[in-house]
């Protein structure tokens, strides 16, 4: 079964960091692309960043030069290093793959608030 279980979100203070990981089990990790959206309070899904099989990396322009995304082949596990947090950053955020049979798998997410 295709699995991913985020973790490391918390409360940080404005200016503060997280890193937050997602651990992947059930599918070849090495292979497939990962990204992180986020949902803040009342909004809707917003994209954050992915990393391709092969380590290439895209931000958005409202994390770009702050976030970095990054992944442990031998952990199957694929991080988002968050620098410079501000309370816009606030939000539920997901790690999600494209399996083999285009199905994008989700996990849980990870609660992240930014507040002084």
């Known amino acids: 079964e295709v699995q991913l279980v985020e973790s490391g979100g918390g409360l940080v203070q404005p200016g503060g960091s997280l890193r937050l990981s997602c651990a992947a089990s059930g599918f070849t990790f090495r292979l497939y692309g990962m990204s992180w959206v986020r949902q803040a309070p009342g909004k809707g899904l917003e994209w954050v960043s992915a990393?391709?099989?092969?380590?290439?990396?895209n931000y958005a322009d409202s994390v770009k030069g702050r976030f970095t995304i990054s992944r442990d082949y031998a952990k199957n596990t694929a991080y988002l290093q968050m620098n410079n947090l501000k309370p816009e950053d606030t939000a539920v955020y997901y790690c999600n793959t494209v399996d083999a049979n285009l199905r994008t798998i989700w996990g849980l997410g990870t609660q992240v608030t930014v507040s002084s």
């Open positions: 990393i391709h099989s092969g380590g290439g990396t």
